[in-house]
C-alpha cells in the first residue's frame, strides 16, 4: 500500500528546499550585477585619451580621440589605424 501522505509532505518540502536555494542565488546574482554595474560605470567615468584599453571582444588598443558630449571614441589599434568604437564597448583599462 502506498503513503501519500508521506510522498505529499516529501514532495512540499522539496518544494520549499528548492524555492530557498533560488532565493539566496537570486540575491546573489542580484549583489554581484550591482557590483559589476558600479565597476562598468567607474570605467567608463576614468576614461581618457592615452588609455590603453581592451574591447568586450579581447582586442587591445590607445584612445586617441575623445567626444565628451557623444559615445564615440577614436581607439588606435595599430600604427596609423584609428577605429571609432562606442565607449561602452571598452571591457577594461589597462593603464593611463
Known amino acids: 500500500m502506498i503513503n501519500w501522505e508521506v510522498i505529499l509532505w516529501t514532495c512540499i518540502t ?16 542580484a549583489v554581484n550585477m550591482r557590483k559589476r554595474r558600479k565597476e562598468i560605470g ?4 576614468t576614461l581618457a ?6 574591447f568586450a571582444g ?9 567626444n565628451d558630449t557623444d559615445e564615440i571614441i ?3 589599434i595599430a600604427p596609423k589605424t584609428v577605429i571609432d568604437i562606442s565607449r561602452f564597448a571598452v571591457q577594461s583599462i589597462e593603464s593611463k
Open 58 to 66: 579581447g582586442i587591445y588598443g590607445k584612445v586617441v580621440r575623445m
Open 42 to 45: 567607474d570605467l567608463h567615468t
Open 14 to 29: 522539496l518544494a520549499v528546499i528548492m524555492g530557498i536555494i533560488a532565493m539566496i542565488l537570486t540575491i546573489i546574482s
Open 49 to 54: 585619451i592615452g588609455c590603453r584599453v581592451m
Open 74 to 76: 577614436g581607439v588606435e
